[in-house]
Antibody, heavy 115, light 111 residues
């Protein structure tokens, strides 16, 4: 069974940093593109970033370019999202998603940016 | 503003049929990228209803069906049930963004 477990969400002040992790199991992690998608409270789903299977191809949505860094450790079956210079508008539930044919989602982790 | 356009809300009585449209552009659905439809109950992760524009994962009732034509896609729900009340999102890939695009979401109300 595919499992994606996000962690690292917290309350952080504006301008602060946070690193999210996504522990993957139940599939061959090294063969899939992985994505981060976020959802602000009461709002829709928004793509944040993606990384290919070996970490050599990375893309970001414009609102997070230059502030967020996606990475993966294939030896640990773990996906990361380093978030710097956080803003109030980054407040959201962050989901880790496996880009399979149908996609597979974690349960999400809440990031709150507030003073 | 979302790259894919969905109606904010739709409604129907139990047993009726409703459709939710998803309009894209030449860089996403119109470019031939497939569409995924999600159902989301508030407070939970999205659940895949349709993938590859027309395919249902195992366990999803055949009351749910997807279609795609040109730069648009649609989700149809027949035999509406109270448990179908949720938010629905479409998603595709976008060549200009080099990532995913989502619709703004449609709230389905079962009257």
């Amino acid at each position: 069974e595919v499992q994606l477990v996000e962690s690292g969400g917290a309350l952080v002040q504006p301008g602060g940093s946070l690193r999210l992790s996504c522990a993957a199991s139940g599939f061959t992690f090294t063969t899939y593109w992985m994505y981060w998608v976020r959802q602000a409270p009461g709002k829709g789903l928004v793509w944040v970033s993606r990384i290919n299977s070996d970490g050599t191809r990375i893309n970001y949505a414009d609102p997070v370019k230059g502030r967020f860094t996606i990475s993966r450790d294939n030896a640990k079956n773990t996906l990361y999202l380093q978030m710097n210079s956080l803003r109030a508008e980054d407040t959201a539930v962050y989901y880790c998603v496996r880009a399979s044919v149908a996609t597979d989602w974690g349960q999400g982790t809440l990031v709150t940016v507030s003073s | 503003q979302s790259a894919l356009t969905q109606p904010p809300s739709v409604s129907g009585a139990p047993g009726q049929r409703v459709t939710i449209s998803c309009t894209g552009s030449s860089s996403n659905i119109g470019a031939g990228f497939d569409v995924v439809w999600y159902q989301q109950v508030p407070g939970t992760a999205p659940k895949v209803l349709i993938y590859g524009s027309i395919n249902r994962p195992s366990g999803v009732p055949d009351r749910f069906s997807g279609s795609k034509s040109g730069a648009s896609a649609s989700l149809a729900i027949t035999g509406l049930q109270a448990e179908d009340e949720a938010d629905y999102y479409c998603q595709s890939s976008d060549s200009s963004l080099s990532g995913w695009v989502f619709g703004g979401g449609t709230k389905l109300t079962v009257l």
